[in-house]
């Protein structure tokens, strides 16, 4: 029985794009001569479908494009990802289903028994849990077929009651098949591997994993499809952030090669390294850019070009993914910005080779500050002065935006985000954030990581002091602890949830761990305003972060 994993990039909603996708995989599986074709989870409608599961014009169409892709399910067997109706009165309506065609037939439908409902995942919102689990049978083999959250109840401290694989195994299964959209974060893929290393060494069978690839809004699946042997081996993975089609016979992956250590190798981070998976953050970025435009029908990009360290990573992250004739680059100084800003600026676009426009805003600062002169009332320079720079500049890039038709890149940090670092409607405007998810000194590796051919961002754009140029002299850290140091904080009560005691103990000082968490806390009303933001990490701002407004926790 040769198995291919047919790992694609679906679209939420477009359902005659993902069916004509998947019939292609079934077309191409079939020239491989594959006997069965394997697709990710819930691939017919894309994933996460969120509320429109709710609709149930949403759900027809669904069913409708499952009868169009069994009639090319005859001599080839098909496993698709869609949503099932609950025929019991009992339940939620719906249940993650793994779809068997053949025959030009559904043979047979597969529940998810799992149901994540943490972080980015809320499916227990939509989905019924499976409450039966059978084998199917197939060509003289019996398939145990999963769906992504189904496999990952292994270990100590357990978040389920019960795990399908112990419930499968009592039907003697030959193989293990596992439907997945499984998201990255940058220290999720060796623990995705280490999860199907241990289902194949607990219960000795093989293990086809499809996961899908491409970008969701603010989610990003990285692909990374992989292939075990019964003795714990990869014998095969499909590339990360691209499609790709890949199989083999099950027969040899039943009894060869030497099992490997079932001890796991993956240590999770406890601690935030700045270079850690860089690449794959990049990859990451591009791709969320790439897909967030395309999906949406957008070509053009536009952002505010600062001569910093964020707006240049931006900006060389942009280029690629959208080409640099599409991103339009504007640099907007003011009385208290420095030559050599501009400077750099200028020399980052002519590297990049896109278009740049250079509009200074003192005349139209100073018109705002004599409008607000009598309402001041002669107090002292202070932050309102500074962030009616930033709104400026803000008015302006959406004035370019609602005129030409862009799409406003958002260049704030995670860093920034986190303490509050940042001006509401000013430098905090935009349609998609690109580095909201990334860490100050992760800002960095990733323009060290951009210029390691050649100097694309300007040395000097990341040798200097990172300032908002606000004030005269102004420096990030006049308001702001050192980033090296800042970060490793925030990385500690934001990705791992540890309290001010732990982090104390961890040797931070308690007067910057208290100080620290507060900025945290009290600018949740801000992030709450923010635009969707590519996550990279484990637990970013946005729909997998939620915490009240208005809570006094640590204020």
């Known amino acids: 029985m040769k198995i291919i994993l047919a790992q694609q990039n679906y679209h939420i909603g477009n359902f005659e794009r993902n069916t004509a996708r998947i019939i292609e995989g079934i077309q191409a599986a079939k020239a491989q ?3 069965l074709v394997v697709f990710s989870e819930l691939c017919v409608c894309g994933y996460p479908p969120r509320d429109f599961l709710e609709f149930e014009d949403f759900i027809a169409q669904s ?5 169009q892709i069994k009639q090319h399910a005859t001599d080839i067997a098909v496993l698709v990802g869609a949503p099932a109706r609950n025929p019991q009165p009992e339940g939620k309506d719906l249940f993650n289903a793994a779809w068997f065609l053949y025959e030009g037939e559904v043979k047979h439908i597969v529940h998810k028994t799992l149901l994540p409902t943490y972080d980015v995942f809320d499916e227990y919102r939509y989905f019924e849990p499976s409450f039966e689990w059978n084998v199917i049978p197939f060509k003289g083999k019996k398939l145990a077929v999963t769906i992504c959250e189904d496999i990952w109840n292994l270990g100590e401290n357990l978040l389920y009651r019960i795990c399908p694989m112990d419930k499968l195994m009592e039907q003697q299964p ?6 997945s959209a499984s998201p990255f974060d940058y220290d999720h893929d060796e623990d995705r591997k280490e999860i199907i290393r241990a289902n194949v060494l607990k219960y ?10 491409g970008s969701q809004t603010e989610i990003v699946f990285d692909g990374g499809s992989l292939i075990f042997d019964a003795q714990g081996n990869i014998v095969k993975e499909l590339p990360y952030f691209e499609e790709a089609m890949g199989g083999m016979d099950l027969e040899p992956l039943l009894h060869n090669g030497s099992v490997v250590a079932e001890t796991s190798s993956f240590s999770p981070l406890t601690s935030l390294e700045f270079e850690h998976n860089i690449d794959r953050i990049y990859d990451a970025l591009v791709l969320g850019i790439r897909d967030y435009f395309g999906k949406m029908g957008f070509t053009k990009a536009i952002l505010g070009s600062s001569g910093g360290i964020d707006s240049a990573v931006t900006l060389a992250i942009a280029c690629d993914a959208l080409g640099a004739d599409n991103v339009r680059a504007v640099l907007m100084p003011s009385p208290y910005s420095t030559e050599h800003s501009v400077d750099d600026a200028v020399a980052l676009s002519e590297n990049l080779k896109n278009p740049y426009d250079i509009i200074r805003i003192n005349t139209i600062y100073e018109t705002f500050l004599q409008t607000l002169e009598p309402y001041f009332k002669g107090l002292p320079f202070n932050v309102a002065e ?10 302006l890039l959406m004035g370019l935006s609602n005129k030409f038709g862009y799409i406003l890149l958002n260049t704030s940090n995670k860093s920034e985000l986190s303490t509050g670092y940042g001006t509401l409607y000013g430098d905090m405007a935009g349609g998609l954030s690109v580095l909201g998810d990334v860490y100050k000194m992760q800002v960095y590796a990733l323009a060290r990581y951009i210029n390691r051919d050649k100097e694309i961002i300007p040395q000097n754009i990341i040798d200097k002091a990172p300032s908002a140029e606000l004030r005269p002299g102004q420096k990030d850290s006049d308001s702001l602890p050192d980033y090296a140091v800042l970060d490793k904080l925030l990385y500690q009560y934001i990705e791992r949830r540890q309290g001010p005691r732990e982090i104390v103990a961890q040797g931070f000082d308690p007067a910057l761990v208290s100080r620290t968490l507060k900025m945290v806390n009290a600018n949740e009303y801000k992030r709450n305003q923010f635009c969707p933001i590519i996550r990279v990490s484990s637990k970013a701002f946005g729909v997998g972060r939620r915490v009240p407004i208005v809570g006094k926790y640590l204020i």
């Open 174 to 179: 030959d193989v293990m098949i596992n439907l």
């Open 386 to 395: 500074e962030n009616t720079q930033s709104r400026i500049r803000g008015n």
């Open 63 to 67: 069913y409708a494009a499952i009868n």
């Open 204 to 213: 000795r069978l093989p293990m086809f994993y499809c996961n899908t690839v």
């Open 33 to 35: 001569g594959a006997d």
